[in-house]
């Protein structure tokens, strides 16, 4: 059977001996001056190769380093726009927890806390009984996510972190959801109530750029991107807010996850925001 680089990282003691070598020098910093370099421009046609990644878009389009490849944008998607209708902020891998009492739930047989994902405890309590979305960015993907609804956005919360690859691989390993670099910011949604998003950045790299912050936006524009790597985005709702479409809550209830694209209908609002 083949081994990839990220189970040879994790599923080895070679592997992680040297993966904490990586994680505690400043190879970050080495890494992403070559991919903003000239010098990795070749390195475009062997990614696009090697994830089958579709660039119908992007004809014609002359990307000078690989961070202009990775950071580009497509002119053209569709977005579901009726009210009510939660949309998927990215292209992803779509998995859904319940976040039980004491505001935990359970990720692969780890056990994590809104508390650790936002270091807030006030807040986190309010979101017990609720719902947390968990969308999962592959290297195919386009990197852009976009905002779910209309409302208002507060600030950006910056929390520094590890950048442990969030491939199952790793999170076998790591508790890497609260543990690797994430922003969060709480949104004021139109037809969903307060809603928290939390972008989780990850191998080596683990950029993340938020464009905005306190702050109206409307349902479908730009929120933000992941810049150099693939990443986690999580969604956290309140009790009775969304009620995911049946054919998705269908393939995650058998332990699989849904593959959903930006701007689709994943679940309905089951009640508006007093």
């Not at 992803?92 to 927890?97: K, M, R």
């Not at 976040?99 to 650790?116: A, C, H, L, R, W």
């Not at 996850?257 to 930006?262: K, L, S, Y």
Request: hydrophobic share 40%.
């Amino acid at each position: 059977m083949k081994t990839t680089s990220v189970e040879f990282a994790y599923r080895t003691a070679l592997g992680r001996f040297l993966l904490r070598i990586i994680l505690h020098t400043h190879m970050d910093r080495i890494v992403v001056a070559y991919l903003k370099s000239p010098l990795s421009r070749p390195l475009i046609g062997r990614y696009i190769k090697k994830h089958r990644i579709p660039m119908d878009d992007f004809k014609g389009r002359n990307f000078r380093t690989f961070r202009d490849f990775f950071a580009r944008r497509k002119a053209d998607i569709r977005f579901d726009m009726a009210p009510g209708h939660l949309i998927s902020p990215c292209d992803s891998f779509l998995s859904a927890y319940r976040i039980e009492k004491d505001s935990i739930f359970n990720i692969k047989g780890t056990e994590y806390s809104v508390k650790e994902l936002i270091e807030s405890q006030d807040l986190a309590e309010e979101y017990s009984g609720g719902l947390c979305l968990m969308f999962r960015l592959c290297a195919s993907d386009y990197h852009h996510y976009c905002y779910l609804d209309d409302g208002y956005q507060g600030k950006n919360h910056y929390i520094p972190g590890s950048l442990h690859s969030i491939q199952s691989a790793a999170y076998e390993k790591y508790p890497v959801f609260k543990t690797n670099r994430r922003t969060w910011t709480l949104m004021a949604t139109e037809n969903f109530g307060p809603v928290i998003q939390v972008n989780v950045g990850a191998f080596v790299v683990g950029g993340i750029v938020n464009l905005q912050e306190n702050a109206r936006f409307s349902k479908g524009s730009e929120m933000g991107y992941f810049d150099l790597c693939g990443s986690t985005i999580v969604l956290l709702f309140k009790e009775n807010r969304i009620s995911l479409l049946k054919e998705i809550e269908e393939k995650i209830l058998h332990g699989k996850e849904a593959r959903v694209t930006q701007g689709m209908w994943i679940a309905d609002a089951i009640c508006k925001k007093k």
